[in-house]
């Protein structure tokens, strides 16, 4: 792959990441974003157009939630009903956004590189997370179904063995990686 300028626009020449053609690099500033409707959109800061962003996108930078005005940095795919962001490479607040400054702290795995059996304890498909308790402890780790799709499980039920890798977050424990239980 290689970064070539188009029209004052770096572009990933050639490639087709994820499927997409064309990829533009793309700096704007968050218009809205919605978490019930799972998208939102970002205004380029140097076109105007909007580039619209699926929450897959800011999930895979690993936040949930947007404040308005944050300005991000992206590789935006060209496509024909215009912009879509398909992955997102930084978030800042603005002095007039509402993201605290402590969402960027670095984040520590529990046991690096390391699988630990978890049972699920609740996962509710129709709002796409659930938990998790390791064995041997009962605090509660966040389960996305987003991880679930990373390793190609469709849905988890309650009881069901899991091999997990969870990292400690300042509200609590996340599932960032998982595997069937065998």
């Not at 218009?31 to 380029?44: E, I, N």
Request: aromatic content about 8%.
């Amino acid at each position: 792959m290689k970064l070539v300028t188009l029209e004052g626009n770096l572009v990933l020449d050639g490639s087709t990441i994820g499927g997409h053609a064309t990829l533009r690099h793309f700096e704007g500033t968050l218009k809205w974003f919605s978490a019930k409707k799972g998208y939102g959109f970002v205004t380029c800061n140097v076109s105007g157009e909007d580039a619209l962003m699926h929450q897959n996108a800011l999930h895979d930078f690993g936040q949930t939630s947007i404040a308005n005005g944050c300005t991000l940095e992206a590789l935006a795919s060209v496509k024909q009903r215009g912009l879509q962001i398909v992955e997102i490479l930084g978030i800042r607040s603005d002095a007039s956004s509402t993201v605290p400054h402590d969402k960027h702290i670095e984040l520590q795995p529990i046991k690096p590189a390391s699988i630990l059996p978890a049972r699920v304890r609740w996962f509710c498909e129709e709002k796409s997370y659930g938990f998790v308790n390791v064995f041997d402890d009962t605090r509660d780790c966040f389960l996305h179904a987003n991880i679930l799709d990373k390793a190609g499980l469709g849905s988890v039920a309650v009881g069901e063995a899991l091999g997990v890798e969870v990292i400690d977050r300042p509200g609590g424990r996340v599932v960032v990686s998982v595997r069937p239980w065998t």
